[in-house]
T-cell receptor, first 111, second 112 residues
Framework: GESVGLHLPTLSVQEGDNSIINCAYSNSASDYFIWYKQESGKGPQFIID?????DKRQGQRVTVLLNKTVKHLSLQIAATQPGDSAVYFC??????????FGAGTTVTVRA | DVKVTQSSRYLVKRTGEKVFLECVQDMDHENMFWYRQDPGLGLRLIYF???????EKGDIPEGYSVSREKKERFSLILESASTNQTSMYLC???????????FGDGTRLSIL
């Protein structure tokens, strides 16, 4: 079946270092991908999205990379800060209305 | 900024009760969604609505219904609450097809 997954359930990062969060997807027909951040007690917050006709997109301190050949998506966070501690989800649009979400990676920033 | 507001952060109900969860968005979004989030299972789509008075089943609609009488409001109804419906419920909305879904902060529902 189709699935969206993250390579690691947890990631510990030193404050100031760059973080890389990975996600593998299985539906080669997916054309739109989103990264979300979820802090404790809150709903998922949109970070950045990318369409399949792109392989890289940058936002403020974040970069999303899409490799359609190996069906891999990554989120890079530059100069990780304590406020970046959260659960990060990738999501893949599998049809017009449905998003398939990965299980999430918990990022912990060490001071 | 997009604002998706869920009426309750925490709710405790009893088995067999009819439960209403309300969601309002203020950005004139066409599409609205209801998910539940459970540890180890991620976010699962219950129902969605692509326009007023329109609704479609998601992956796990059993035991739930929805109502979209106005564009800004999407209600999730548990017809007869059961303990396995204890969960975090998340509402989302989006402007259109190639736009991200924006989420509310969730309602943590406990069924006793």
């Amino acid at each position: 079946g189709e699935s969206v997954g993250l390579h690691l359930p947890t990631l510990s990062v030193q404050e100031g270092d760059n973080s890389i969060i990975n996600c593998a997807y299985s539906n080669s027909a997916s054309d739109y991908f989103i990264w979300y951040k979820q802090e404790s007690g809150k709903g998922p917050q949109f970070i950045i999205d990318i369409r399949s006709n792109m392989d890289k997109r940058q936002g403020q301190r974040v970069t999303v990379l899409l490799n359609k050949t190996v069906k891999h998506l990554s989120l890079q966070i530059a100069a990780t800060q304590p406020g970046d501690s959260a659960v990060y989800f990738c999501a893949e649009r599998s049809n017009d209305y449905k998003l398939s979400f990965g299980a999430g990676t918990t990022v912990t920033v060490r001071a | 900024d997009v604002k998706v507001t869920q009426s309750s952060r925490y709710l405790v109900k009893r088995t067999g009760e009819k439960v209403f969860l309300e969601c309002v968005q203020d950005m004139d979004h066409e599409n609205m969604f209801w998910y539940r989030q459970d540890p180890g299972l991620g976010l699962r789509l219950i129902y969605f609505s692509y326009d007023v008075k329109m609704k479609e089943k998601g992956d796990i609609p059993e035991g739930y219904s929805v109502s979209r009488e106005k564009k800004e409001r999407f209600s999730l109804i548990l017809e007869s609450a059961s303990t396995n419906q204890t969960s975090m419920y998340l509402c989302a909305s989006r402007r259109g097809l190639n736009q991200p879904q924006h989420f509310g902060d969730g309602t943590r529902l406990s069924i006793l």
